[in-house]
């Protein structure tokens, strides 16, 4: 069993690669589509801009094996941009259509929830260490205790009517950060920098 790391051009490749590598998975990094529909296992990393990541994934071809292959069944992750990717349209500097393999959009932090009761303002981007609020605990988290922390680094999140939403956290409001839906997977924070709590969800990834 291999873990297909999608290289677009705007990823943590190296430190989401280094963290499957830790658990003992085997990984392979490409940005070939051909490849992408032959993975056991996909993942889609992303730290950068939305427009350009999905402009990079469309003109490439990648997009169309990531459809094939969620829809075969193929156990897939997307993770930060990667998650954002995941849903239907964002708003990050314009509108901008996504993978659409989940239903939601993807919005920016409303500045009317980014200040506390005692009047000091939350900054943006949410950077830094959150809990979580599990509500769909199998399987990606499997054995990880309510209230877990992990790592963020974004400015845009998920909004979302539909029943997919696995994980929520609070920052300023509570927000969706983690989703899932048949074999897709999808976390805002970054497993492979959240510690020991991050490598048992890959881990969990791993063994789906």
């Known amino acids: 069993m291999k873990i297909t790391i999608i290289d677009y051009g705007m990823g943590n490749l190296k430190s989401v690669q280094k963290a499957f590598t830790a658990l003992d998975l085997e990984t392979e990094i490409t940005n070939n589509p051909e490849t992408i529909l032959k993975a056991d296992k996909v993942v889609l990393p992303g730290v950068g801009a939305f427009r350009d990541a999905i402009a990079t994934l469309n003109d490439s071809g990648m997009s169309a094996a990531i459809h094939e292959v969620v829809k075969k069944g193929t156990p897939f992750l997307g993770i930060c941009l990667g998650m954002q990717l995941v849903f239907e349209k964002s708003y990050e500097y314009g509108e901008h259509q996504g993978l659409g393999l989940l239903p939601g959009e993807i919005v920016h932090f409303k500045p009317e929830n980014m200040r506390l009761e005692n009047g000091e303002s939350l900054k943006v981007p949410h950077m830094g260490w959150n809990t979580l609020e599990i509500v769909k605990p199998e399987p990606l988290f499997k054995g990880i205790e309510e209230q877990s922390s992990v790592y963020f680094v974004h400015s845009y999140y998920l909004e979302t009517q539909a029943d997919v939403v696995s994980c929520y956290t609070d920052y300023g409001s509570r ?13 805002q924070f ?9 490598l048992q969800i890959l881990k969990n990834f791993g063994g789906i």
């Open 175 to 187: 927000i969706a950060v983690a989703a899932q839906k048949d074999n897709v997977f999808a976390t």
């Open 190 to 198: 970054h497993p492979e920098k959240s510690g020991t709590v991050g």
